[in-house]
């Protein structure tokens, strides 16, 4: 049997990083990076479209990324992003949205240690994402130290442990155990034709609500341009009225036609705005549950919402709507039918 022929798309970050006067900067090849591994069973090309660290990833480099693997998509039975880690998980959220439809798997890795590092992380990670680009259904995937996780589940929990990422809120797709790489969650992607979509709306915010935030401030914000917020609020959705009304500036902001999506500060479980009179009356006013999405793939989901031009009451549907395996919707549709 012919090896899988995979690509190397190599970006920077740490995992490609040297010492410098300045601190650590990337800059070692994504050949550099095949060659420390040794002999793999892969048919291997590697393509250097970056080198920067993932600080510096914005929309432009998710839109350059996604045209890449758009481009190479047909030539390859899957494809390594290497990229760090402080931004990985906003990245891979964005590329789900960019690229529905893949038809190949995408596997984004990093470390937290160059791999030019007697013990760095980052020989185990980047075999972990060849062999996941090998055996995995298409669509797009993170991982990391053991796991692989789906890319818009992921979120960066650890500054300098190995364990960095956790599959929020849906269990790893696979874990290397001594069995092997085992799959323990089904994850069935939708067939459909892969399009290439980049157009977004990066003109939007993120927002950690604290006891004492001026809901003015939200307004600040629209006068300045943006288009829609997401807002981190308590515990399962629930935000202030009194004094400082955060309900009510929700709703004028609605009626202004921008859209208010409201997720937990809590990383794990659901949103419910339904359940306490906190989140019912900012749910009445109009604001959007982001469900159990991470706030990444939250922020991501908007941003591509907007860019397609979507009003106020198409990114309430949209955001009620799996797309590419973001969010959990099967409890509030047994909700629905009690």
């Not at 690509?7 to 650590?24: K, P, Y």
């Not at 609605?254 to 859209?259: A, T």
């Not at 937990?264 to 306490?276: A, F, G, I, N, P």
């Amino acid at each position: 049997m012919a090896n899988k022929k995979l690509l190397l798309l190599s970006t920077g970050g740490t995992i490609a990083s040297v010492v410098s006067d300045s601190g650590l900067v990337p800059k070692e090849s994504g050949e550099k990076l095949i060659k420390l591994l040794g002999k793999l069973p892969f048919d291997i090309d590697v393509k250097d479209i970056l080198q920067l660290d993932s600080s510096n990833i914005q929309p432009e480099e998710w839109e350059f990324i996604a045209e890449k693997i758009f481009l190479y998509r047909n030539d390859y039975d899957g494809i390594v992003v290497s990229h760090g880690t402080d931004t990985m998980a906003y990245t891979a959220s964005m590329l789900s949205f960019m690229l529905q439809g893949i038809n190949i798997p995408v596997v984004l890795t990093g470390s937290q240690v160059p791999i030019n590092v007697v013990l760095s992380d980052a020989p185990d990670n980047l075999r972990l994402a060849f062999s996941a680009a090998a055996k995995c259904l298409p669509g797009i995937y993170l991982a990391f130290d053991q796991k692989i996780m789906l890319g818009c589940r992921s979120v960066k929990v650890r500054t300098t442990n190995f364990n960095a990422f956790e599959s929020v809120n849906m269990p790893p797709v696979a874990r290397i155990t001594s069995d092997g790489m085992v799959f323990s969650h089904n994850f069935e992607p939708k067939k459909k034709k892969c399009v290439l979509n980049t157009k977004i709306d990066s003109q939007v915010s993120l927002v950690k609500l604290f006891p004492g935030f001026d809901p003015d401030l939200l307004f600040a914000m629209a006068d300045s341009g943006c288009h829609g917020i997401v807002i981190e609020a308590y515990g399962m959705g629930g935000m202030n009225y009194i004094r400082r009304n955060m309900v009510a500036a929700i709703g004028k902001l609605i009626r202004r036609g921008i859209p208010v999506i409201t997720t937990s500060q809590c990383l794990y479980e659901r949103s419910d705005l339904t359940k306490y009179e906190v989140g019912r009356l900012a749910l009445l006013e109009g604001a959007i549950s982001a469900h159990d999405m991470t706030s990444e793939s939250a922020i991501a989901k908007l941003m591509w919402a907007l860019g397609q031009g979507m009003d106020v009451h198409e990114v309430a549907r949209f955001f009620n709507t799996d797309v590419v395996g973001e969010v959990t919707l099967d409890e509030d549709k047994e909700k629905e039918e009690e």
